[in-house]
């Protein structure tokens, strides 16, 4: 089961498919028993967005990608994990980042994808940029207190209240 | 010491420039010491990293905290909070 | 935000696209900010199997899958909601169940799809029968303590620790 | 009282029958009378239905306790405790 695995990090400016990325995962095998996906979509926040640019820094987005999921794997013993953050401008309605999460039973997938994300959202360089339904641009999106504390829960929970098969 | 500088979002764009080159006095030892030294190249460095509680530094692709030495850095990232995700 | 919405449910016996599913709820959309999907696999069991054979009980397992739904939707205001769950012989490394849950943030999307999937496994009508890897029954799949309280734990939060954007 | 009643999973193979329909004498009032009453109707019932605890019942397709009474139930599913998801 804790065989070391790798997990699979791309950061892309196109879409994905949820399907072919979590058949990539599978593949072959018959020892998963949940998987969770995890996408984020861009919002026009109520009609006054016509987009977001997505910015990264080559090379460390990759790198901090694969060390938060390769500490996920390791505190939920995941089967295999997922992680493609897209860049450049995308619209509203399309996706902007996905995380897959495999594990034998299904609270560790669950776990293991809400963690990924909660430490990408603080951790990995990335910056959005909002462009205002008139075309111009809008200035940066502010970091979230909320998201620390999202991400500082981590460290107070030791384990998960409830383990379903 | 040389080193490469890079900058990303709201700093890249105060500072109008994605990376550059700079060589490093000897009295630069933290990243504290850093982002003073580089306020004393002109306003604009001043404007970009006036609120230094939030500029976020990456050493090596490595998040670094502000105390940290930089001895060994080839390249030194500098940037605002991250909200990718 | 909370017009009277729809859950999708289906019992059927054929397979699932998660991206076709999920492509379905947030057509036309430009307001969702946070898809969860969760997919139950057929695990072998170390070979142990060579299929899972799934019962239900007609007309009230989507009942049952509705009301589990609507109760999760009222809870965690979500965006959309499907649940899919398959019956007959399913074979390992083969879907078994699909939910996904939509909403604007992304820890209401991840408690929405936890919660229907804790729900569903206690209280939704459907029977697990093992057939071994000789071909023969190897009898029904007894119920767990640990899916009790998986559901139960959801009586005792009133709201979740920590809410991210 | 005439009722149709639908088992499942090893309740549905012990009384080897998918469904039959039933008429109630009037001293059936509730879901453990129900359970009571079937268990006098042959062996195959009392194996089925002897761990009474674990036996669930839906009356009209909703899950019913086994002290709730029985009247206006056109359906009653007996079943072993869910597996699926």
Known sequence: ??????????????????????????????????????????????GALSALELEHYP???????????????????????????????????ENIVLVIAASPHRQAAFDGANFVMDFLKTSAPFWKKEHAASGEARGWVPAKDADDSARDRWSKITESPARGG | MKVKLVYFAWVRERLDKPEEELDLPETVVTVADLLAHLKTLGEEYETALQHENVIRVAINQEHAEHDEPIAGAREIGIFPPMTGG
Chains 1, 3 share one sequence.
Do not use: N
């Open chain 1, 59 to 93: 090379g460390m987005a990759e790198a901090e990608m694969r060390r938060i999921a390769e500490l996920a794997i390791e505190r939920f013993s995941l089967q295999g994990l997922t992680a493609i953050h897209r860049y450049g401008k995308i619209a509203p309605g």
């Open chain 1, 1 to 46: 089961m804790t065989m070391s695995l790798t997990p699979t990090i791309r950061v892309q400016s196109e879409d994905f498919d949820l399907q072919k990325e979590v058949d990539k995962l599978t593949a072959g095998r018959t020892d998963i028993g949940a998987v969770v996906t995890f996408s984020g979509l861009c919002r026009d926040e109520g």
